[in-house]
């Protein structure tokens, strides 16, 4: 692959990742409710389904989707329902913290795999980000090379910007915790995460 092909799919790829999204807010989530360093694997699973959407793209499931309208619209529901679980979700944590702890009763922090299929389900529910990965890929790619070797870079460089992208907004999450958690702020937080998931929940649903 040329270098400058590679430098403009850096730089178009960054622009994607960075749009904040749904597994963005889950990431400052993360980090807001349980400290960087224990959300690690959420960000690790927010990864892992990008390098399944990837592959499965690669794979030629993306015109799959695109030629069966049925296994789309069952996609679609799936994830759609698990963005109304993440919004359930969110509006209980700021409930519990809404209310201060009895003496008795400390918070619980969910353990590595817990937070892993949780991002990971989020990042791969949604079939049109294998629609997206179908159509930006090929952009990318030259028919005189190997394309193994060229998807193997493209996914490679991907997985890397993606992780340091959800790093950042861990990062920018656990500076402004003490802010946020100053007062309401935390709950706040969770309550317009809430809002957010079950609107994308519903676009989702309704989008054709």
Known sequence: MALETWLLYCGAALIVILIPGPLSLLMIGNTLNYGLRRSLPGFLGGVSASICLLSASALGLGALLLASERLFSVLKILGALYLFYLAWQSWRESRRAARPLAAEEQPVNPGFRVLFWKAFGLGASNPKDILFFAAFLPQFLSAERSLAGQLLILIATWVVLDLVCKLFYGLSARGAASFLRAGRGQ??????????????????LLSR
């Open 187 to 204: 709950v706040w937080f969770n309550r317009i995460s809430a809002g957010l998931f079950g609107g994308a929940g519903a676009a989702a």
